[in-house]
């Protein structure tokens, strides 16, 4: 028999079901876990499943996996849940409840092979072998088409709060920006062409991040690194990790928009629900910003 977990989403979602495997194995003990799932990248190395396969490129799966095995099926969609529309709650919560699962440790999980962490001591050789690397994301998900507007309003992080903590501390430290090529890049930073898997590796030598909620934040949780994560449509509760130091936005919503049903944007949110009374210069208290990070990071 098997539990066959599918996955849907982005990055951080597939990360967030990471935490999860092991609420599915204490409750199936006796079956192995097969992972179906967008970015098979996050459970590649995980001891406690079975397989994972990539979404879409299953043959022969229900022969296989499902046909007379009487393996339990566990696909559900957290977003359309009670616990996540009310912000109440973490979405591996969420998640968990849907399958009836004891909850467990939020924390994602990655699980690296020896040459794995041979190549994240090589990217800090190569990188930075004098000065800790700090992560840099300020946009989320996977970019937008080469003729959309780059930065999203919702969650991802004006470049200039960032860039000024940059500018500051570039001499303590190498900053390393996670982006797509559609993406702002900021200045005085060093930009890895890696893949998924690869970029994994090499935060195992980082020392911390600066970003927003999307894939770093939640790789530094499972990796254990403390980050400072800014917050402006999204919430900690739901997405976030008690160990990072979460920044909220003091920006207020005034209204919602014509399509506003279940929640007032959605996590996408397009260009024109934005609210008049946003205003990118004020989401942040800069210096507050910049005496967290020193905080975190600047050891005295």
């Known amino acids: 028999m098997y539990n066959i977990f599918h996955v849907e989403g982005g990055i951080g979602r597939n990360l967030v079901a990471s935490s999860m495997i092991n609420s599915i194995n204490e409750k199936y003990p006796e079956n192995k876990t097969i992972v179906v ?4 990248e996050v459970f590649i190395h995980n001891p406690k499943i079975y397989r994972v396969f990539r979404a879409g490129l299953t043959p022969y799966f229900h022969d296989d996996y499902v046909k007379d095995k009487n393996s339990v099926i566990l696909k ?21 409840d849907i399958f009836n699962l004891n909850t467990c440790d939020p924390l994602p999980e990655l699980y690296f092979n020896k040459m794995e962490k041979r190549d994240s001591l090589l990217f800090k050789q190569n990188v930075s072998p004098e ?10 998900g996977m ?9 999203h309003w919702y969650r991802d992080v004006p470049p ?9 501390f570039s001499d303590k430290f190498t900053f ?8 702002i890049q900021l200045e005085n930073v060093y930009v890895p062409n890696l893949s998924l898997r690869e970029l994994f590796a090499a935060f195992q030598a980082a020392d911390g991040a600066i970003c927003m909620d999307s894939m770093v934040q939640h790789a530094m949780a499972a990796l254990k690194k403390q980050s400072l994560v800014c917050w402006i449509g999204n919430s900690p509760t739901v997405f976030g990790y008690e160990q990072h130091r979460n920044i909220i936005s003091d920006f207020k919503f005034e209204k919602e928009v014509l399509e506003s049903y279940l929640e007032p944007y959605s996590i996408q949110a397009e260009g024109y629900q934005c609210p008049d009374n946003y205003d990118p210069a004020t989401l942040f208290n800069l210096e507050q910003l910049i005496e967290e990070f020193k905080k975190i990071y600047i050891k005295t």
């Open 160 to 168: 200039y709060y960032y860039q000024k903590i940059i500018d500051i």
């Open 131 to 140: 000065k800790p690397i700090i992560l840099v994301q300020i946009n989320g």
């Open 176 to 183: 390393v920006q996670i982006k797509t090529e559609n993406q």
């Open 143 to 151: 970019g937008y088409g080469k003729n959309h507007v780059n930065l």
């Open 37 to 40: 799932c967008s970015y098979p």
């Open 76 to 96: 559900g969609d957290p977003y359309n849940t009670t616990g996540y529309i009310n912000r109440k709650e973490h979405i591996s919560k969420s998640w968990c």
